[in-house]
């Protein structure tokens, strides 16, 4: 038979040329990145808790640096204005943004996220904050909510109503909150005189899934002073 090849020096022989294995492996690196800029996130449990305080008011008790003016207006480190809103995601114009604590009570939001600065690359240019706004939405079922009234000095009364629901891909939220008081303006006095006002705020959060990662949601709001 044929002979059988010795090994050699000759490695260039295929018959004799040692056997060489490259295992090739790679491995994927995600890449997260972490903001360095200071922000705080109030969630609804907090507010809960701040009964009866307006937007404003809870966002110059839990934020360092925020003050608010006689006029009400809120400043974050001297600013005025310099601040953006964010509702479930989309950007609101500076014409409402000035508004924005009358037109959502804080009963109707989820979660609030405050930028007040190195922010994120997807608010662009802000100076001074960036309020993140996430809406109460409704849950599969059936209709459930609340009525709620309550009442204080200086004739104070307050209504509250919530209720929401939903179907298959389809979920709603609605809230009214309607206010009144013979203590609207201060300083406070004995006997107030032309003092009385109320306020009422309407809202609401519809929700429409799309498929996997999209969802179609409109946010409404109706407000009224007297």
């Known amino acids: ?3 059988t090849p ?3 020096t000759n490695i260039f022989d ?3 040329a040692p056997v060489i294995v490259i295992h090739i492996g790679a491995r994927r690196i995600v890449l997260t990145p972490t903001p360095q800029g200071g922000s705080t996130t109030i969630s609804a449990a907090t507010i809960a808790q701040k009964a009866n305080q307006s937007f404003n008011s809870i ?3 839990s934020i360092a640096g925020a003050a608010a003016s006689s006029s009400g207006e809120i400043h974050i480190r001297g600013s005025h204005g310099q601040y953006t809103y964010y509702l479930d995601g989309a950007p609101l114009p500076s014409s409402v943004s000035g508004s924005f604590g ?3 009570d804080p009963k109707n939001i989820e979660a609030l996220k405050v930028y007040t600065g190195g922010f994120p690359a997807r608010f662009g240019g802000n100076l001074a904050a960036v309020f993140e706004v996430a809406a109460k939405g409704g849950n599969p079922g059936a209709p459930h909510g609340y009525l709620q009234q309550s009442a204080g000095g ?3 009364y307050e209504t509250a109503a919530q209720a929401g629901g939903g ?3 389809f979920s709603y939220f609605v809230s009214g909150v309607n206010s009144s008081s013979n203590r609207r303006l201060d300083p406070v006095t004995t006997n107030p005189i032309h003092d009385a006002g109320s306020d009422s705020v309407l809202f609401t ?3 429409l899934k799309l498929g996997v990662g999209d969802k179609l949601i409109l946010d409404a709001a109706k407000t009224q002073s007297t």
């Open 1 to 3: 038979g044929p002979a």
């Open 6 to 8: 010795q090994p050699g």
């Open 14 to 16: 295929p018959e004799r």
């Open 59 to 61: 966002i110059t008790s």
């Open 102 to 104: 009358e037109l959502i």
């Open 154 to 156: 200086f004739q104070s």
């Open 167 to 169: 179907e298959g891909p």
């Open 205 to 207: 959060h519809d929700e």
